[in-house]
């Protein structure tokens, strides 16, 4: 691995921690109980774009679990892990098919995140009347990947072009 993937990974594994915790002191003032804006999504999408799949896909995991062991607990894992991972078919998917911009892609992330997370829930309590709360999730997931769509949008411009493997 060169040195500039290599800092590339630790500049964005750093700045997704920072925004996990900085998510995390914002306190719960949203209709939606459990909404959370999602910024540490910024770091999978602009892998996405300034790196590839694979490294997008690891970045995913391990921000997942370090930020899981570092603010959460292990039912915190695996909803997010649930949803991140949904989240990143949905946007890899939806880069690879050419058809949504930056923040098209972020829709999609955020959307699936959420319908993932609704997914376990609704398996682990085994109740299936939470998807109830799911038009309120998508809602959300939709703001909240157009913030990460921007965001993302303006840190990819930010850094150097794509390395060539």
């Known amino acids: 691995m060169k040195g500039r993937k290599i800092a590339l990974y630790g500049l964005l594994t750093a700045v997704a921690m920072v925004l996990s915790y900085m998510e995390a002191q914002i306190p719960a003032f949203f209709v939606v109980p459990g909404m959370k804006l999602g910024l540490t999504n910024v770091v999978v999408l602009t892998a996405l774009y300034r790196m590839d799949r694979r490294d997008a896909l690891f970045l ?8 899981g062991f570092t603010f959460g607990n292990l039912f915190s894992m695996l909803y997010s892990l649930a ?27 955020g959307v699936a995140h959420n319908l993932g997370q609704i997914l376990v829930a609704m398996a682990v309590l085994e109740n299936r009347h939470l998807a109830w709360y799911l038009p309120f999730l998508l809602v ?8 990460v769509g921007v965001l993302g949008g303006q840190l990819v411009k930010r850094l150097q072009p794509k390395e060539k493997a």
């Open 60 to 67: 995913n995991l391990a921000r997942i679990v370090l930020v």
């Open 83 to 109: 949803g991140g991972l949904l989240s990143f078919l949905a946007m890899a998917a939806g880069k690879k098919s050419g058809k949504f911009s930056m923040v098209g892609v972020s829709v999609l992330g």
């Open 140 to 147: 959300s997931g939709l703001a909240a990947g157009v913030l």
